[in-house]
C-alpha cells in the first residue's frame, strides 16, 4: 500500500544548521515546506543562499517578511550596535528578542494551515549559553503550547517539534550534512556577510564555522571578504 510522505515546515535561514535539517527531513522520508523569514537583520545574503537551498533541494519555498528589525536591541538588526568578535559570557548582543518564538508561531500557523503536522528547526547546543531561544525546554514548552493553542491540537492531532541537531556539535552537524549532500558553499552564517554572501571571517559565527570544519577535517569552501 502506498504511503504518502508527510509534510513538515522547516524553518530555513540560509545558513549551515537549517540546511543541514532540511536534508534530515527528506532523509526521515518527510516532505519540506522550507519557510525562511526576513525580518529586517543587516543583509539580505541568507535569504538568498535559502532560495539556493531549496531549490538545491527540489522543495517548496515560502518567504515572508517581518519587521522585527524596527525594535532594535540587536546587533543582528542594528547597525550602531557593534558586533562582538569574542563570545560574550551571558546574552549575546546578537540575540533577537524573542525571534524564535515568533518564527515557530509563524511556521505553525503555515503547517495547521496546510494539514501539516510535523516542524522541523536548526537549533543546536553550541547556542545553549546563549541564545535562550534555542535551548531544550524551549522547545518542549513551545510544542506543549502548540497543542493547547491550535484546532488540530486541541482535536488530537498534535504537533511535533523536530530539533535533530540539538545535541550535535558543529563538526558532526557538517559530517552529517556532507553525507546528506548538503553544499555547504552555499550557506552563508557570517553575522555580516556582504551582499554577495561573503563572510567576514572574525564574528563569533564565522568562528564557529570555522572550528567545526577544522574538527570535522573537511576542507571549508566558505568564501571571505578580501580586504
Same mark, same amino acid.
Given at each position: 500500500m502506498f504511503v504518502a510522505a508527510k509534510g513538515c515546515v522547516v524553518l +530555513?535561514?540560509? #545558513?549551515?544548521?537549517? !540546511?543541514? $535539517? @532540511?536534508?534530515?527531513?527528506?532523509?526521515?522520508?518527510m516532505?519540506?515546506?522550507?519557510?525562511?523569514?526576513?525580518?529586517?537583520?543587516?543583509?539580505?545574503?541568507?535569504?538568498?543562499?535559502?532560495?539556493?537551498?531549496?531549490?538545491?533541494?527540489?522543495?517548496?519555498?515560502?518567504?515572508?517578511? +517581518?519587521?522585527? #528589525?524596527?525594535?532594535? !536591541?540587536? $546587533? @543582528?538588526?542594528?547597525?550602531?550596535?557593534?558586533?562582538?568578535?569574542?563570545?560574550?559570557?551571558?546574552?549575546?548582543?546578537?540575540?533577537?528578542?524573542?525571534?524564535?518564538?515568533?518564527?515557530?508561531?509563524?511556521?505553525l500557523a503555515l503547517a495547521e494551515s496546510r494539514g501539516v503536522h510535523d516542524l522541523c528547526l536548526g537549533v543546536n547546543a553550541v547556542d545553549y549559553s546563549g541564545y535562550p531561544d534555542c535551548r531544550g525546554e524551549f522547545i518542549e514548552a513551545f510544542e506543549r503550547m502548540a497543542n493547547l493553542a491550535t484546532r488540530e491540537g486541541v482535536e488530537g492531532r498534535p504537533f511535533r517539534i523536530h530539533t535533530p541537531l540539538l545535541d550535535w556539535p558543529k563538526e558532526r552537524i557538517i559530517q552529517e550534512g556532507i553525507r546528506l549532500g548538503v553544499d555547504y558553499s552555499m550557506t552563508v552564517s557570517c553575522y555580516q556577510a556582504d551582499?554577495?554572501?561573503?563572510?567576514?571571517g572574525c564574528c563569533e559565527a564565522c568562528r564557529l564555522?570555522?572550528?567545526?570544519?577544522?574538527?570535522a577535517q573537511i576542507e571549508d569552501a566558505t568564501r571571505y571578504i578580501v580586504l
Open positions: +530555513l535561514s540560509g #545558513g549551515m544548521d537549517s !540546511a543541514t $535539517a @532540511l536534508v534530515w527531513t527528506q532523509a526521515q522520508g516532505t519540506p515546506i522550507a519557510l525562511s523569514i526576513y525580518y529586517g537583520q543587516r543583509h539580505g545574503a541568507e535569504l538568498n543562499a535559502a532560495r539556493q537551498l531549496a531549490q538545491a533541494a527540489g522543495c517548496e519555498h515560502v518567504e515572508m517578511e +517581518l519587521p522585527l #528589525g524596527q525594535f532594535g !536591541a540587536s $546587533a @543582528l538588526t542594528d547597525s550602531s550596535i557593534d558586533m562582538p568578535q569574542e563570545p560574550d559570557s551571558g546574552i549575546p548582543v546578537t540575540y533577537v528578542p524573542a525571534r524564535n518564538t515568533v518564527f515557530l508561531s509563524i511556521a551582499e554577495e554572501g561573503r563572510a567576514c564555522r570555522r572550528e567545526g570544519f577544522e574538527k
